[in-house]
């Protein structure tokens, strides 16, 4: 497979969690909404990732990790697209803050905290409105924006 073609499976995983969110808002699940939203922004990371540096993603869930690893790697941030992302990660950094603040935590301290998994229907909205932002600006650096990775 050509990193293209990495990308674009990524890519077509990421708009089908957008339309699951979609799904989920029309159906009032509130909390799923942001859950997805952040799964969705997570594989977008790593589909240009592999895209812009040709190498496979790695194993983490961690937005900021992912948007740092895509940023701090020579060969892309060398690119004309590399230091324009770089030039605006930080926009888009709060948003990545707010989408992982309201995901879904099924580690056991989050028993404590049960009812901050239950969002209202302004916030999810909100949290979809930030990831369709954010996605819109991550494609830019995917394959028809022009990103320069190997076609």
């Keep these: 497979m050509t990193v293209t073609e990495k990308y674009r499976y990524w ?5 089908y969690d957008m339309g699951t969110a979609e ?7 509130w909390m799923y909404v942001a859950s997805i939203c952040f ?3 997570g594989r977008l990371l790593k ?7 040709h190498k496979e993603a790695p194993k983490s869930d ?22 324009r992302f770089n030039a605006e990660k930080n926009d888009y950094l709060d948003l ?8 879904i935590n099924d580690y056991p301290f989050s028993y404590q905290k049960i009812l901050d998994r239950f969002i209202e229907e302004d916030t999810a ?10 996605i819109a600006w991550l494609k830019t650096f995917g ?9």
């Excluded at 909205?125 to 954010?134: A, D, G, M, N, W």
């Design 143 to 151: 394959p028809e924006a022009g990103a320069e990775g190997v076609q």
């Design 11 to 15: 890519e077509m995983i990421s708009d």
């Design 125 to 134: 909205r909100e949290v979809f409105e930030k990831t369709l932002r954010v």
């Design 62 to 83: 961690n937005l900021v990790f992912l948007l740092n690893r895509l940023a701090d790697n020579q060969n892309f941030s060398s690119t004309e697209n590399g230091k």
């Design 39 to 41: 799964t969705a922004v």
């Design 96 to 103: 990545l803050i707010d989408i992982t603040y309201y995901r």
């Design 47 to 53: 589909g240009l990732i592999v895209y812009n540096t």
């Design 23 to 29: 799904d989920m808002i029309k159906a009032k699940r």
